[in-house]
């Protein structure tokens, strides 16, 4: 049996189970030499092989030694190795299983240490030998080799070379002759040993003092087992000690070391920890703590997972890796922890590794700084800023800067919203580096005024606010409006926070209202002129065609055919010049949308160089319309394909019947429509601006008034239809006019001509212009009829009150609609149909959009005749009317009993 010790070393950890300042080692070869010792005889045995009992009390002592003990086989190859080596070179028993110990040596130990081994294979002994072994990671480890065996009182029997060199005795003899207590300067803790030893047959690594030959204590560690003769009875002690003074020495330093260490990380105001390398706190402060709302004992055993905020666990365990492997050697982060009570707490953690001598981690030392009010801060600046950036970026039209202007007038921008981009073409930076990447957008003609405005503001240091015209990247001039407050700063300069808005809708929309005034003040103005126009084209045109038709010669036939030709287009003049005026609407019949589109086309296209392919199939079904204002659509959007074909070009105008079914088309409802589509070969409409071609006022035209596509957009919507577009650049647009059908047949128009002139009965007409009461007379008188006329509502009510009386009665009224400075069309009704409920009732006026004239019978009268009107206009509203509640047997002048006065 052989021990051995390491001699005295620096210190490195607690945590290791073989401390370095002394390491025990015994080796057992395979040799034909077997060992000495005593054993009991009970247990039985042969020479060379100890009895089983023996073997047990050997293996526990082996096992649980913190010595280095192994067994080699006669080449050197270890056999056999304790759990100590692992602990001591940290390498598995496995893998130096069957390997030479001289693999393990330092290389400067090699030589000499197999010729020791040389030496004990040929059965000399081997004592007080020192070495030097090699583990993982360079770790060296020195060793010298010791032995002892006594008896059950103390008394020496044998002490190897490392044992009398450990005591300082010369040689065996010289020891065995001395009593226990000689070598023990503790006899109580060497009795507390023996009676272990006397218990449990063993003990291990005891610690005592024991006393050197020149009288100086030492403490040493002993691993002994009790050897027991045949009988059973205590023989001998078979001792394996190192000493431990060193250890001892630095064990009692380092705990004035931690006393001292502790009470600088107890009361240090920092967070500070010691963590395993798994994660888990070995130690922490009462400053962690209590940032954490643990004490320093609740924080042992918690795993760094449990308080630290969940988005950083992946990042923080990641970095630890990175720590481990060496890639880096420490760890610094802002993070987030998990507050005992549920809240965040924002620290600075500083980590690092300690590792032992050979490299090894250890364990993590984290030191965290509370930041949790600072990042509060910082946070509540952030969201201010990032606020003002947020509403600065996002405002509609709007920018935000900042001016700094110094002593000697140069100015620089040190903030500008992200809305530059937008506003002018460039990034905040760029805006910032150079500030005429702003300022140079600012027209010419504007330049000088606002300088001088600006120049003011800042010798009155007082706000500034102006309107110019920039000239953004697109080439487009808008609007801008500037707005900024001045204050002064430290080193003198002065800081203009401004504001800029993009003002070009607005001056836009009032630039359009003030058109829409003059447009209502036009319509105002167009409904005067028209009802006066349409009264005095009334005269013109009724006494024209009673010219025309008592002519005898046709050559004064043939003028005067022409001179109504034009009044008639006159009058299609004055419906357009009414489209300005309020509440139009449509003077619907049911007829073929073919001839007046035929005629539309062929009227705007006169002289200009596109042509017109029109396919319009006799076959359409009718519709209901007002024939002016679908003229007036086509004639809008015939002119708008004109305009896109400048150097000339065909268009096609194409007529179909179409069914619409079910949710199949946006704003149409199920049922039978015709279409009227008329495409053109011209540059097509961006699709940027399709969306906005009907809005009132838009136009791409430098001359175009933006109202003509709005115009007819309104009336088709009127009539109940739509306007679709389709367009493609390069390749051209089609307008499809989409209208309802109409379920009744078409009126076929009257015939201009009246060779029967049946008419009978008397007629009161109401008109303040006695011009019109003249033409209605004679044209009348033509039809077969007399006439009594009035001037206004009052005399109108007043002479069928007087007539009813006389027992008179008229065929039918009719009523001029507007009366100036007297009772009107509108307001005479209520009182006819209170005196006679039947008679037939027409209203007159040159008002032809009135709505009044459009829907006669909503208003309580039969019928209308639209100003200004032919002999045929008014044979056909009376002939419909009178023709059918005329008595067959009534006398001529005398209306039927139905239509008698009260």
Same mark, same amino acid.
């Given at each position: 049996?052989?021990?051995?010790?390491?001699?005295?070393?620096?210190?490195?950890?607690?945590?290791?189970?073989?401390?370095?300042?002394?390491?025990?080692?015994?080796?057992?070869?395979?040799?034909?030499?077997?060992?000495?010792?005593?054993?009991?005889?009970?247990?039985?045995?042969?020479?060379?092989?100890?009895?089983?009992?023996?073997?047990?009390?050997?293996?526990?002592?082996?096992?649980?030694?913190?010595?280095?003990?192994?067994?080699?086989?006669?080449?050197?190859?270890?056999?056999? =190795?304790?759990?100590?080596?692992? *602990?001591?070179?940290?390498?598995?028993?496995?893998?130096?299983?069957?390997?030479?110990?001289?693999?393990?040596? +330092?290389?400067?130990?090699?030589?000499?240490?197999?010729?020791?081994?040389?030496?004990?294979?040929?059965?000399?002994?081997?004592?007080?030998?020192?070495?030097?072994?090699?583990?993982?990671?360079?770790?060296?480890?020195?060793?010298?080799?010791?032995?002892?065996?006594?008896?059950?009182?103390?008394?020496?029997?044998?002490?190897?070379?490392?044992?009398? &060199?450990?005591?300082?005795?010369?040689?065996?003899?010289?020891?065995?002759?001395?009593?226990?207590?000689?070598?023990?300067?503790?006899?109580?803790?060497?009795?507390?040993?023996?009676?272990?030893?006397?218990?449990?047959?063993?003990?291990?690594?005891?610690?005592?003092?024991? &006393?050197?030959?020149?009288?100086?204590?030492? %403490?040493?560690?002993?691993?002994?087992?009790?050897?027991?003769? +045949?009988?059973?009875?205590?023989?001998?002690?078979?001792? $394996?000690?190192?000493?431990?003074?060193?250890?001892?020495?630095?064990?009692?330093?380092?705990?004035?070391?931690?006393?001292?260490?502790?009470?600088?990380?107890?009361?240090?105001?920092?967070?500070?920890?010691?963590?395993?390398?798994?994660? &888990?706190?070995?130690?922490?402060?009462?400053?962690?703590?209590?940032?954490?709302?643990?004490?320093?004992?609740?924080?042992?055993?918690?795993?760094?997972?449990?308080?630290?905020?969940?988005?950083?666990?992946?990042?923080?365990?990641?970095?630890?890796?990175?720590? $481990?492997?060496?890639?880096?050697?420490?760890?610094?982060?802002?993070?987030?922890?998990?507050?005992?009570?549920?809240?965040?707490? %924002?620290?600075?953690?500083?980590?690092?590794?300690?590792?032992?001598?050979?490299?090894?981690?250890?364990?993590?030392?984290?030191?965290?700084?509370?930041l949790t009010e600072r990042r509060k801060a910082e946070e509540t600046l952030r969201e201010s800023t990032a606020l003002l950036s947020s509403v600065g970026d996002n405002l509609p039209d709007v920018m935000l800067y900042q001016i700094v202007r110094d002593r000697e007038g140069r100015r620089r921008f040190t903030y500008v919203s992200a809305a530059v981009r937008r506003f002018y073409g460039c990034s905040p930076e760029e805006a910032m580096a150079d500030p005429e990447r702003i300022y140079g957008r600012v027209l010419e003609e504007d330049r000088e005024r606002i300088h001088r405005e600006e120049e003011r503001a800042f010798e009155a240091f007082r706000p500034f606010a102006s309107e110019a015209r920039m000239k953004a990247p697109s080439g487009e001039v808008r609007w801008s409006f500037f707005a900024?407050?001045?204050?002064?700063?430290?080193?003198?300069?002065?800081?203009?926070?401004?504001?800029?808005?993009? =003002?070009?809708?607005?001056?836009?929309?009032?630039?359009?209202?003030?058109?829409?005034?003059?447009?209502?003040?036009?319509?105002?103005?167009?409904?005067?002129?028209?009802?006066?126009?349409?009264?005095?084209?009334?005269?013109?045109?009724?006494?024209?065609?009673?010219?025309?038709?008592?002519?005898?010669?046709?050559?004064?036939?043939?003028?005067?055919?022409?001179?109504?030709?034009?009044?008639?287009?006159?009058?299609?003049?004055?419906?357009?010049?009414?489209?300005?005026?309020?509440?139009?609407?449509?003077?619907?019949?049911?007829?073929?949308?073919?001839?007046? =589109?035929?005629?539309?086309?062929?009227?705007?296209?006169?002289?200009?160089?596109?042509?017109?392919?029109?396919?319009?199939?006799?076959? !359409? %079904?009718?519709?209901?319309?007002?024939?002016?204002?679908?003229?007036?659509?086509?004639?809008?959007?015939?002119?708008?394909?004109?305009?896109?074909?400048?150097?000339?070009?065909?268009?096609?105008?194409?007529?179909?019947?179409?069914?619409?079914?079910?949710?199949?088309?946006?704003?149409?409802?199920?049922?039978?429509?015709?279409?009227?589509?008329?495409?053109?070969?011209?540059?097509?409409?961006?699709?940027? *601006?399709?969306?906005?071609?009907?809005?009132?006022?838009?136009?791409?035209?430098?001359?175009?008034?933006?109202?003509?596509?709005?115009?007819?957009?309104?009336?088709?919507?009127?009539?109940?239809?739509?306007?679709?577009?389709?367009?493609?650049?390069?390749?051209?647009?089609?307008?499809?006019?989409?209208?309802?059908?109409?379920?009744?047949?078409?009126?076929?128009?009257?015939?201009?001509?009246?060779?029967?002139?049946?008419?009978?009965?008397?007629?009161?007409?109401?008109?303040?212009?006695?011009?019109?009461?003249? !033409?209605?007379?004679?044209? *009348?008188?033509? !039809?077969?009829?007399?006439?009594?006329?009035?001037?206004?509502?009052?005399? *109108?009510?007043?002479? $069928?009150?007087?007539?009813?009386?006389?027992?008179?009665?008229?065929?039918?009224?009719?009523?001029?609609?507007?009366?100036?400075?007297?009772?009107?069309?509108?307001?005479?009704?209520?009182?006819?149909?209170?005196?006679?409920?039947?008679?037939?009732?027409?209203?007159?006026?040159?008002?032809?959009?009135?709505?009044?004239?459009?829907?006669?019978?909503?208003?309580?009268?039969?019928?209308?005749?639209?100003?200004?009107?032919?002999?045929?206009?008014?044979?056909?509203?009376?002939?419909?009317?009178?023709?059918?509640?005329?008595?067959?047997?009534?006398?001529?002048?005398?209306?039927?009993?139905?239509?008698?006065?009260?």
């Open positions: 049996m052989f021990a051995a010790r390491a001699p005295p070393a620096r210190l490195e950890s607690r945590r290791g189970d073989v401390p370095r300042s002394g390491v025990t080692t015994a080796m057992k070869t395979r040799s034909k030499r077997s060992t000495a010792g005593c054993s009991p005889a009970r247990h039985g045995g042969s020479e060379g092989h100890p009895p089983q009992g023996f073997r047990d009390l050997f293996r526990e002592l082996v096992e649980t030694s913190r010595d280095l003990i192994c067994t080699t086989d006669a080449e050197g190859r270890f056999a056999y =190795v304790n759990p100590a080596w692992e *602990l001591a070179l940290g390498y598995r028993p496995e893998k130096m299983l069957g390997r030479p110990f001289k693999e393990f040596l +330092a290389p400067e130990c090699v030589d000499r240490d197999l010729q020791q081994f040389s030496r004990l294979m040929a059965g000399n002994t081997v004592s007080g030998h020192e070495t030097t072994f090699v583990g993982e990671a360079g770790r060296r480890v020195r060793v010298v080799f010791g032995v002892a065996f006594t008896t059950t009182d103390g008394t020496v029997l044998h002490m190897n070379g490392a044992g009398l &060199r450990l005591t300082g005795y010369a040689s065996v003899e010289e020891v065995r002759a001395l009593p226990a207590s000689t070598f023990y300067g503790d006899p109580a803790g060497r009795q507390q040993i023996v009676d272990l030893l006397l218990k449990d047959g063993a003990v291990h690594a005891a610690e005592l003092q024991a &006393r050197r030959k020149d009288g100086t204590l030492f %403490w040493i560690a002993i691993n002994a087992v009790l050897l027991r003769d +045949a009988g059973g009875r205590p023989k001998h002690v078979l001792a $394996l000690f190192h000493d431990i003074s060193a250890r001892r020495r630095m064990e009692s330093e380092l705990r004035d070391s931690e006393c001292r260490f502790r009470r600088t990380f107890d009361q240090c105001p920092i967070g500070a920890a010691q963590v395993s390398v798994d994660g &888990r706190f070995l130690l922490a402060n009462e400053a962690l703590g209590k940032m954490l709302g643990y004490t320093a004992e609740q924080m042992v055993g918690l795993h760094f997972e449990k308080i630290t905020h969940p988005d950083h666990v992946a990042g923080d365990t990641a970095a630890v890796n990175r720590v $481990l492997s060496g890639e880096i050697d420490h760890y610094d982060t802002d993070k987030r922890y998990v507050h005992r009570d549920g809240h965040t707490v %924002w620290g600075h953690l500083s980590l690092r590794l300690v590792r032992d001598e050979g490299g090894r981690p250890l364990y993590f030392l984290p030191m965290v700084v509370d900024s407050n001045p204050r002064k700063l430290e080193d003198g300069s002065t800081s203009w926070d401004g504001i800029e808005m993009d =003002v070009t809708d607005r001056r836009r929309a009032e630039e359009s209202l003030r058109t829409v005034q003059k447009l209502e003040s036009l319509g105002i103005m167009a409904g005067g002129i028209a009802h006066d126009f349409n009264n005095l084209l009334a005269g013109v045109f009724g006494n024209l065609d009673l010219a025309r038709r008592r002519s005898q010669d046709p050559r004064v036939a043939r003028h005067l055919d022409e001179a109504l030709a034009v009044l008639d287009r006159a009058r299609a003049l004055t419906q357009q010049l009414l489209t300005f005026a309020k509440g139009g609407a449509p003077l619907r019949r049911c007829q073929s949308l073919a001839p007046p =589109v035929r005629d539309a086309v062929r009227f705007s296209l006169s002289g200009s160089n596109v042509t017109a392919r029109l396919d319009l199939p006799d076959d !359409l %079904w009718p519709c209901e319309f007002d024939e002016h204002q679908i003229g007036q659509v086509i004639d809008n959007l015939v002119i708008n394909a004109q305009q896109a074909m400048p150097t000339g070009g065909s268009m096609t105008v194409a007529a179909r019947n179409v069914t619409v079914a079910d949710r199949k088309h946006p704003f149409l409802p199920a049922g039978r429509y015709v279409t009227v589509s008329i495409t053109d070969t011209g540059t097509g409409i961006p699709s940027r *601006l399709r969306a906005r071609i009907f809005d009132p006022f838009f136009t791409t035209k430098q001359k175009g008034s933006g109202l003509g596509l709005a115009m007819a957009h309104s009336i088709v919507r009127q009539h109940g239809g739509c306007i679709d577009l389709e367009s493609e650049l390069g390749l051209g647009s089609t307008f499809h006019v989409t209208l309802p059908a109409a379920t009744g047949e078409a009126q076929a128009p009257a015939a201009e001509a009246i060779t029967d002139p049946s008419g009978c009965g008397r007629i009161l007409v109401m008109d303040d212009e006695q011009m019109i009461l003249t !033409l209605m007379k004679a044209i *009348l008188e033509t !039809l077969g009829y007399t006439m009594v006329g009035v001037n206004d509502g009052a005399q *109108l009510i007043q002479t $069928l009150e007087d007539e009813a009386e006389a027992g008179r009665t008229f065929a039918a009224v009719i009523l001029d609609l507007t009366v100036r400075g007297g009772m009107g069309g509108v307001e005479a009704i209520a009182e006819i149909r209170r005196l006679d409920a039947t008679i037939p009732v027409f209203v007159s006026s040159g008002f032809s959009v009135s709505p009044v004239l459009a829907r006669p019978r909503d208003h309580g009268f039969t019928d209308s005749i639209p100003k200004p009107y032919k002999v045929a206009d008014v044979a056909r509203v009376l002939e419909r009317h009178l023709k059918k509640a005329r008595s067959p047997d009534a006398p001529c002048g005398v209306a039927g009993p139905e239509h008698r006065g009260r």
